[in-house]
């Protein structure tokens, strides 16, 4: 596909990391300005009201700072971007003073569009878009737009500050709250998230097509309830040209939660199996949980993504390893034989009767002995065909009060058993 076609499958957004400049227009006296203050805390460019009628406000502009205007045409200087949070039957001449003011991005927090269920929400929606006249873009309708931490660009309180290497986007402005918030819990720190509501102008596809060249973003994470057809080669072709590690959760993949997000954000979901199938093709990480998603990121940002063809599988358990065998190639994983030097070497490690020196490696009562276990593990490692090892093991064994025999050198022998995936180079 030449640049030329990719322009037009894509809407540009390139001149998100050089927003210098925003304007919160509709902010309320009666939310005690919310959306302001949140800005006002962290924004680290220049910070502009619009609002028809209010002159002052309270620890931001006593009416002589020049910082609170009638129109966002009245600044007198370059409007990168602005939140919108004003009446559905006001949002078309905002915009249209917005395209004249030559603002880049307008984020719309206004609901009541074709989330609505309506003709008049969708024909509203319709305008919108023919307001904008493709000279403005937009997040929204009904979303909450852009977090960016590095700008101070935030649209709700206690947000960190401090940028990160993570993408998020979502429909939902609730979803992205919530992974926000969990991030100083999980250590993990944000990028950029998007939350971009109904999609009337930018999508999921568009803003996936920027995270996935953005030199500050390395993995992209996304809540995905679905996509309208004509854009659906838009996403698939992000997807199969995108290098970095993609997770997402589908959302809306029973009848029930189909129509939930119709309702919520105008979507239609589509066929659960074909969204699985699609995925798996473009080597996208699908996930079904908040945790997973987060968790996932987590542990890609830790110890990056390795190709996994074939492992070696280690439990105290043989009925436990069959289960895992099962699950590991419903994922395309093999549990291959070991080569023929390799197996042997093993067999001379397992001498306990219950036990197999096979792969799946079954050390029963023998994890006892983890001197033992060390050298089975660093032996099934240097298998050359063996990109990592998958170890079954709870954690109560690390506990000597489940011991057959109190050994002080256990914890420390396996934890040194646990680390040979940086000697060999493998994941473990």
């Not at 939140?83 to 249209?96: G, N």
């Not at 737009?145 to 960190?160: E, H, N, S, T």
């Not at 995925?279 to 987060?294: K, R």
């Not at 968790?295 to 190709?307: N, Q, V």
Request: glycine content about 8%; charged content about 25%; aromatic content about 10%.
């Amino acid at each position: 596909m030449s640049s030329g076609e990719k322009r037009e499958l894509f809407k540009d957004l390139s001149f998100v990391n050089e927003i210098n400049s925003m304007a919160v227009i509709g902010t309320s006296k009666k939310r005690d300005f919310f959306f302001l203050r949140n800005h006002q805390e962290n924004f680290k460019g220049k910070l502009y009201v619009v609002h028809p009628s209010l002159k002052q406000i309270p620890n931001f502009d006593d009416g002589t700072e020049g910082r609170i205007y009638k129109s966002v045409k009245d600044i007198p200087d370059d409007v990168d971007f602005v939140f919108i949070s004003v009446p559905p039957d006001a949002i078309l001449k905002t915009i249209d003073k917005c395209v004249e003011k030559g603002v880049k991005l307008a984020s719309i927090f206004t609901a009541e569009f074709s989330d609505a269920g309506t003709q008049e929400g969708r024909n509203r929606e319709k305008n919108l878009l023919e307001h904008a006249q493709n000279k403005l873009r937009i997040l929204g309708p009904n979303g909450m737009g852009l977090y960016y931490p590095k700008k101070g660009i935030a649209w709700r309180p206690m947000f960190p500050n401090q940028a990160g290497n993570i993408g998020f986007i979502a429909q939902s402005g609730g979803i992205c709250n919530i992974a926000i918030y969990s991030t100083q819990e999980l250590n993990i720190k944000f990028s950029k998230v998007f939350s971009y509501g109904n999609g009337a102008d930018l999508d999921f596809a568009d803003i996936l097509h920027f995270l996935s060249n953005d030199p500050e973003t390395d993995i992209i994470l996304g809540y995905l309830e679905g996509i309208s057809k004509k854009r659906g080669i838009a996403l698939q072709n992000v997807l199969q040209n995108n290098s970095k590690p993609i997770i997402i959760i589908k959302g809306g993949k029973s009848p029930g939660g189909s129509r939930a997000a119709e309702t919520h954000t105008a979507t239609l979901s589509g066929e659960n199996n074909i969204w699985k199938g699609f995925f798996h093709q473009c080597n996208v990480i699908e996930v079904d949980t908040m945790e997973q998603l987060l968790y996932s990121a987590r542990i890609i940002d830790c110890y990056e993504t390795f190709d996994i063809k074939n492992v070696a599988l280690l439990s105290i358990s043989g009925g436990y390893g069959v289960i895992l065998v099962d699950l590991l190639a419903q994922e395309g994983i093999n549990v291959p034989p070991f080569d023929k030097k390799i197996q042997e070497k093993l067999d001379d490690r397992f001498f306990t009767l219950g036990t197999s020196s096979s792969n799946p490696l079954d050390v029963s009562a023998q994890i006892y002995n983890s001197e033992v276990i060390y050298e089975i593990i660093d032996i099934a490692l240097t298998d050359e065909k063996i990109d990592g090892l998958i170890m079954d093991l709870p954690t109560w064994y690390f506990n000597q009060n489940y011991h057959l025999k109190k050994d002080p050198t256990f914890e420390p022998n396996m934890i040194k058993a646990l680390c040979l995936g940086h000697k060999h180079k493998k994941p473990l």
